[in-house]
């Protein structure tokens, strides 16, 4: 089928930061489960959640606690409970995690989930911030959470599109995003959290910029609300699904819990691809710069 329904979930995140880690994680993924069936009932198949779902954006302080919140991938219990769900649903859920390897590798990583449950591999994103935001001593403080990736930017060939992942501050990256491209991505996801000020003009410009440079769909999703005890800003929603011409299939609201539903059409990125060629006139042997500066 050329015309597929997609579903991003935005969300907030009520519970205070000073519960447990187990706490957050349970009262997460609850919600979650609902808004994928949700998103399922409305004729969803492929479903994108925001990034490290399952709990606070606890990056915004540094604190070894959410240590605690890591897990293997996907032998964790939380890739195996969306497995279940997608096998249930017949959709493909793309599951941002925390992760942890060995003793103390941790990545910002993304799980790909086929529509009969089969776990298909995994995104680790790779541009870690380390920045002020708010007020106070808020930030994106990733570098004390996250490694860098190490599996390059994979495309997984899924029951009904090719899907790749790019994770929030990657999006400020074109070169990731087109290697994504050149791998045969039709849909790019990229889950997020990110909050209002310095870079939210960049939220509607950039990846509908992606999208028509590299002609395919994006699906930006954003958390929503403000996240207690921090306070460190309002994340601001709007997650939408863009097309390869950059207009905008679906938007969410700034503030409210939703599931977003946008349909993607693949003959379009054909059509696309065969009128603007930036494939075939891209200049490769020109790009030695990029990798010796």
């Not at 492929?46 to 070894?64: A, K, R």
């Not at 899924?158 to 849909?187: K, M, N, S």
């Not at 693949?266 to 059509?271: G, K």
């Amino acid at each position: 089928m050329s015309k597929i329904s997609i579903g991003l979930i935005q969300a907030s995140h009520e519970i205070e930061g000073s519960a447990p880690v187990e706490v957050h994680k349970e009262a997460a993924v609850q919600k979650h489960i609902a808004l994928v069936r949700e998103a399922a009932a409305r004729g969803a198949k492929i479903i994108g959640l925001q990034e490290v779902f399952y709990g606070p954006y606890f990056c915004t302080e540094q604190n070894p606690k959410w240590y605690a919140s890591a897990e293997p991938v996907p032998e964790g219990p939380t890739t195996r409970r969306f497995q279940e769900l997608a096998k249930e649903l017949a959709v493909v859920i793309i599951l941002p995690i925390y992760e942890v390897e060995g003793i103390a590798s941790y990545y910002n990583t993304a799980a790909v989930i086929d529509a009969d449950g089969t776990y298909l591999g995994k995104y680790r994103k790779h541009h870690i911030p380390h920045v002020e935001a708010g007020e106070g001593t808020n930030g994106f403080w990733e570098k004390y959470y996250f490694k860098p990736g190490n599996l390059g930017f994979p495309v997984f060939d899924t029951a009904y599109a090719r899907v790749g992942v790019y994770i929030c501050y990657d999006r400020h990256f074109p070169e990731g995003a087109r290697l994504l491209g050149l791998a045969g991505a039709e849909i790019v996801f990229n889950p997020s959290a990110t909050v209002a000020g310095t870079s939210e003009y960049l939220w509607k410009l950039e990846q509908p910029a992606h999208a028509v440079a590299n002609s395919y769909y994006v699906a930006a999703i954003n958390r929503v609300g403000v996240e207690a005890p921090w306070n460190m800003g309002e994340f601001y929603g709007q997650s939408y699904l863009v097309d390869p011409r950059g207009r905008m299939v679906a938007i969410g609201s700034r503030d409210q819990d939703e599931v977003v539903i946008g349909e993607m059409d693949t003959e379009m990125i054909r059509e696309v691809r065969n009128v603007w060629q930036f494939y075939r006139d891209r200049r490769p042997e020109t790009y030695e710069d990029l990798v010796s500066l």
